[in-house]
């Protein structure tokens, strides 16, 4: 009787134990887990994997996605010890430690060590709960318990290390190591171990830069808990935050917002360059008038990749620049630096040759009458020599003749997206379109690359196949040896005399441009105001030449080659030409005939004269009526309806006579007064 009394009682106690186990085992179950996939901050790295931008996500937060192997093995180690000895051994709660933080706490009558395991600690990041009251605690078992048998171990411990607070909006391993060192957390010294093994428990209070005692002493503990035996050298601690890194501001913030659910982006700049460029663009626009900012692009024109893009130097609001305006995408007056485009389409067309003579004399084009920067005019000249001197005249007859239409085909034919209201000018030729540093940055990269310009591109798989011929190789190089000719800005290395550039600047002061290039780059520099008020005496060859120069210096120690002349190329002098290359002059010229080409008769060419009271007599034959006389480029008389003038030249030297006729054809002489 007893014994059978025994016995049911023992099935009743088992019963009893498996209905505990079973209840407990539903408990544990039915724990309502919170999501553990949680948006980590979207990070944009360069061409090497240089990190150069970090998005923060909710409530400005910056959380850094992070797998074990990127953290260093020894800082895991050290967490482990000093937090969680048992967490590979344990099933979420640790009895053990347990046991031992509550009978510290009564022994001391203080909290000396906490019970909670890894798993607890996840389990209160994930819900952002307290550990002050019993049903949290409570809570934070039952969660821990869940997440043990949903995860492995090495998951749990990569949540720990993603959410991990490390003061003020910084979470996980990464962003606290990025954020107190400036460096990734895969090799870290035995004292930042320390410290972002202890600053989690007590992330305000133990703020290096806010309460470095309480920092220190935490550290402390965490190393003579884990390293008893190591003779540490501790470095100094952190004073401040290291700034998250925010490189090419403009450009990222565009790329995020194409695709804001991509958490990484790779991108072909160059975080280094962009880094010196940035300070160069600051440095540049020190000094200058008040809202005045700069702009830099550099790419590489054999692929289209781009290697750097300032938008603006400080990526701000401050300084009455707006600085977060884009200006290497904002729409302005490219000025003179589409005249090597107007040159190339007229080689093309065989309108013209580097060594063509052209007049550069008074024109009027209806009410339109273009003069040069400097009000002067040089009289017959070279093609080559125009361009040098950046002359105005020049290239309008040469538009005319082209046709504007046919100059803004070609430069949407090379990748820009011109902006114009009504039907294309003459005035297109001196910059009356709207461009973006973006658009003459592509253009100039086509001359160096035979008049083929690679799409620009700033994400990597992102190359794009080339646009469509622009203008023949042979015009291409035409123009870029033309521009190489031309003399760098003072204080300029050696070196730089390989690049080919062209400086601009707008109407009214309001833009100065620089654009270059050399075998392998293409750099764009703009100087202005956003806004497009006028900045007086700003001038593309003062301003932005120099810190063209300068970004070349800061890319490369040397420039490279430029490519040489493709085997069609016409290389020849101006008497060598073919007849109609000789002398550019308008097609409706071309019917008056040579016999009626303006003449000096007198004075002949290279005459020396004595000087008299009254000036020097000149006397002319043939040409259209009315005539044009200059002198060293200024006009001197005009509407000219005879064939002889006494010219007011009575002071000793030597003097350049120029005469053009109503047809625009001309003819000079070079005399001295004794």
């Given at each position: 009787?007893?014994?059978?009394?025994?016995?049911?009682?023992l099935?009743g106690?088992l019963g009893?134990g498996a209905?505990l186990?079973?209840?407990?085992d539903?408990?544990?179950?039915?724990?309502?887990v919170?999501?553990?996939l949680?948006?980590t901050?979207?990070e944009?790295?360069?061409?090497?994997?240089?990190?150069m931008?970090v998005?923060?996500?909710?409530d400005?937060r910056?959380r850094l996605?992070?797998?074990l192997?990127?953290?260093?093995p020894?800082f895991?180690s050290?967490l482990l010890r000093?937090?969680?000895?048992r967490f590979?051994?344990?099933?979420g709660?640790?009895?053990?430690a347990?046991l031992?933080?509550?009978?510290?706490?009564?022994w001391?009558?203080?909290i000396v060590?906490g019970g909670?395991t890894?798993?607890?600690?996840?389990?209160?990041l994930?819900?952002?709960?307290?550990t002050?009251?019993w049903?949290?605690?409570?809570?934070?078992?039952?969660?821990?318990?869940?997440?043990?048998?949903?995860?492995?171990?090495d998951?749990?411990?990569?949540?720990?290390?993603?959410?991990?607070?490390?003061?003020?909006a910084?979470e996980g391993v990464?962003?606290g190591?990025?954020?107190?060192?400036g460096?990734?957390?895969?090799?870290?010294t035995?004292a930042e171990a320390?410290?972002?093994?202890?600053?989690?428990q007590a992330p305000e209070a133990?703020?290096?830069?806010r309460?470095?005692?309480?920092?220190?002493?935490?550290?402390t503990r965490v190393?003579q808990?884990?390293?008893?035996?190591?003779?540490v050298?501790l470095?100094?601690?952190?004073?401040?935050m290291?700034?998250f890194?925010?490189l090419a501001?403009?450009?990222?913030?565009?790329?995020?917002?194409?695709?804001p659910l991509?958490?990484?982006?790779?991108?072909?700049?160059?975080?280094r360059l962009?880094t010196?460029l940035e300070?160069?663009a600051g440095?540049?626009?020190?000094g200058?008038p008040?809202g005045?900012?700069a702009?830099?692009?550099?790419a590489?024109?054999?692929?289209?990749?781009i290697?750097?893009s300032v938008?603006?130097p400080?990526?701000?609001?401050g300084g009455?620049?707006?600085g977060?305006?884009?200006m290497t995408?904002?729409?302005r007056s490219?000025?003179s630096?589409?005249?090597?485009f107007?040159y190339?389409?007229?080689?093309d067309q065989?309108l013209?040759h580097?060594?063509t003579l052209i007049?550069?004399?008074p024109?009027?084009f209806g009410?339109?009458?273009p003069?040069n920067f400097?009000?002067?005019?040089?009289?017959?000249?070279?093609?080559?020599?125009?361009?040098?001197?950046s002359?105005n005249?020049?290239?309008?007859l040469l538009t005319?003749?082209?046709?504007?239409a046919?100059?803004?085909?070609?430069?949407r034919?090379?990748?820009?997206v011109?902006?114009?209201q009504g039907k294309?000018?003459?005035a297109?030729?001196l910059g009356?379109?709207g461009l973006?540093?973006?658009?003459?940055?592509?253009?100039?990269?086509?001359?160096?690359?035979?008049g083929?310009?690679?799409q620009?591109?700033?994400l990597?798989g992102?190359?794009?196949?080339?646009q469509?011929?622009?203008m023949t190789?042979?015009?291409?190089w035409?123009v870029?040896?033309?521009?190489a000719?031309i003399?760098?800005?003072n204080?300029?290395a050696?070196r730089?005399?390989?690049?080919?550039y062209?400086t601009?600047?707008s109407?009214?002061h309001?833009d100065a441009w620089?654009?270059g290039?050399?075998?392998a780059h293409?750099?764009g520099?703009?100087?202005g105001?956003?806004?497009?008020t006028?900045?007086?005496?700003?001038?593309g060859?003062?301003?932005a030449?120099?810190?063209?120069?300068?970004a070349?210096?800061?890319?490369?120690t040397?420039?490279?080659?430029l490519p040489?002349?493709?085997?069609?190329?016409l290389?020849?002098?101006?008497?060598?030409l073919?007849?109609?290359l000789q002398r550019f002059?308008?097609?409706d010229a071309?019917f008056a005939g040579?016999a009626?080409y303006p003449?000096?008769?007198?004075?002949?060419?290279g005459a020396?004269l004595?000087?008299g009271l009254d000036?020097?007599?000149l006397k002319?034959?043939a040409?259209?009526l009315p005539?044009?006389i200059?002198v060293?480029?200024?006009?001197i008389v005009t509407g000219?309806h005879?064939r002889d003038v006494?010219?007011?030249l009575?002071?000793p030297?030597?003097?350049?006579?120029?005469v053009?006729d109503?047809m625009g054809?001309?003819?000079?002489v070079q005399i001295?007064?004794?």
């Amino acid at each position: 009787m007893i014994r059978r009394f025994g016995l049911f009682a023992l099935v009743g106690l088992l019963g009893l134990g498996a209905g505990l186990r079973d209840g407990f085992d539903a408990w544990v179950d039915g724990t309502a887990v919170p999501p553990v996939l949680v948006e980590t901050s979207a990070e944009v790295r360069d061409r090497h994997g240089a990190l150069m931008r970090v998005f923060p996500v909710e409530d400005g937060r910056v959380r850094l996605a992070v797998a074990l192997d990127q953290v260093d093995p020894e800082f895991i180690s050290m967490l482990l010890r000093y937090e969680d000895k048992r967490f590979y051994r344990h099933s979420g709660v640790d009895p053990l430690a347990m046991l031992r933080a509550a009978s510290q706490a009564l022994w001391q009558g203080e909290i000396v060590s906490g019970g909670s395991t890894l798993t607890m600690q996840v389990a209160r990041l994930l819900e952002n709960s307290g550990t002050g009251r019993w049903q949290g605690k409570l809570r934070q078992i039952r969660l821990a318990l869940a997440l043990e048998r949903q995860l492995d171990k090495d998951q749990i411990l990569s949540l720990y290390l993603l959410h991990a607070p490390y003061g003020g909006a910084v979470e996980g391993v990464r962003a606290g190591s990025l954020a107190w060192f400036g460096k990734e957390p895969a090799r870290l010294t035995m004292a930042e171990a320390a410290l972002l093994v202890a600053l989690p428990q007590a992330p305000e209070a133990r703020r290096p830069d806010r309460h470095p005692a309480r920092a220190a002493a935490a550290r402390t503990r965490v190393l003579q808990r884990t390293q008893p035996a190591a003779g540490v050298h501790l470095l100094k601690l952190p004073s401040k935050m290291v700034p998250f890194v925010r490189l090419a501001p403009h450009l990222t913030d565009r790329i995020a917002a194409e695709d804001p659910l991509r958490q990484r982006f790779d991108l072909t700049l160059d975080a280094r360059l962009q880094t010196q460029l940035e300070a160069l663009a600051g440095h540049a626009v020190r000094g200058q008038p008040r809202g005045v900012s700069a702009a830099i692009l550099v790419a590489d024109h054999r692929t289209g990749a781009i290697l750097a893009s300032v938008g603006s130097p400080r990526y701000s609001a401050g300084g009455g620049a707006a600085g977060f305006v884009d200006m290497t995408r904002a729409i302005r007056s490219p000025g003179s630096t589409l005249k090597p485009f107007v040159y190339g389409l007229a080689f093309d067309q065989g309108l013209a040759h580097p060594d063509t003579l052209i007049n550069d004399a008074p024109v009027a084009f209806g009410r339109y009458a273009p003069q040069n920067f400097d009000g002067q005019f040089r009289g017959e000249l070279t093609v080559r020599e125009a361009l040098q001197l950046s002359l105005n005249i020049p290239p309008v007859l040469l538009t005319q003749e082209l046709g504007a239409a046919r100059l803004m085909a070609g430069l949407r034919a090379g990748g820009a997206v011109p902006h114009l209201q009504g039907k294309p000018g003459l005035a297109v030729a001196l910059g009356g379109v709207g461009l973006t540093l973006t658009d003459l940055v592509q253009l100039y990269g086509a001359l160096p690359q035979g008049g083929r310009a690679a799409q620009l591109y700033a994400l990597q798989g992102g190359a794009q196949q080339s646009q469509r011929r622009m203008m023949t190789r042979a015009a291409a190089w035409q123009v870029s040896h033309i521009l190489a000719s031309i003399t760098p800005p003072n204080g300029a290395a050696a070196r730089a005399r390989q690049i080919a550039y062209k400086t601009g600047t707008s109407y009214g002061h309001r833009d100065a441009w620089a654009i270059g290039f050399d075998g392998a780059h293409v750099i764009g520099v703009w100087l202005g105001r956003p806004d497009g008020t006028p900045v007086p005496g700003v001038f593309g060859g003062d301003l932005a030449a120099p810190i063209l120069f300068e970004a070349f210096g800061r890319l490369k120690t040397a420039p490279d080659p430029l490519p040489g002349p493709p085997p069609e190329t016409l290389i020849v002098s101006t008497a060598s030409l073919p007849a109609p290359l000789q002398r550019f002059r308008p097609r409706d010229a071309v019917f008056a005939g040579a016999a009626n080409y303006p003449v000096v008769a007198f004075p002949p060419d290279g005459a020396v004269l004595q000087r008299g009271l009254d000036g020097v007599s000149l006397k002319l034959r043939a040409g259209v009526l009315p005539l044009t006389i200059l002198v060293d480029g200024a006009p001197i008389v005009t509407g000219l309806h005879r064939r002889d003038v006494v010219l007011p030249l009575t002071s000793p030297g030597f003097s350049r006579i120029s005469v053009i006729d109503a047809m625009g054809q001309a003819v000079q002489v070079q005399i001295r007064l004794d």
